[in-house]
């Protein structure tokens, strides 16, 4: 139990019953964030694909619906990837995406 609280604050890893109350905080903090980064992580992509799209002259919603009608299957991790280490691909990606918003 004092090994698992070892770096806590003040009594939380010395005294026993300060240090349960601690761990036991500290394990359902690990919990629910575990989640809540599956979420901020999201977010992240959803952020750098409008930046990247911008610069390419569409919003993120004109990309993303571009991107279905034209049968691209991307998801957001991989565009956010391909905007920020290869911008030349996804211009081409984005001008596939104008092309099909233009049509419909």
Do not use: C
């Amino acid at each position: 139990m004092l090994a698992m609280t070892k770096g806590h604050r003040a009594s939380k890893h010395k005294l026993f019953k300060r240090a349960h109350e601690s761990m036991i905080h500290s394990l359902s903090y690990a919990y629910a964030h575990r989640r809540e980064r599956k979420g901020d992580m999201r977010r992240l992509w959803i952020a750098r694909v409008n930046a990247a799209a911008r610069s390419n002259g569409l919003t993120y919603g004109e990309l993303i619906y571009g991107l279905k009608q034209s049968g691209v299957e991307v998801n957001r991790k991989m565009l956010a990837d391909i905007a920020v280490r290869e911008p030349a691909a996804f211009a081409s990606l984005a001008n596939q995406a104008k092309s099909e918003t233009a049509k419909g």
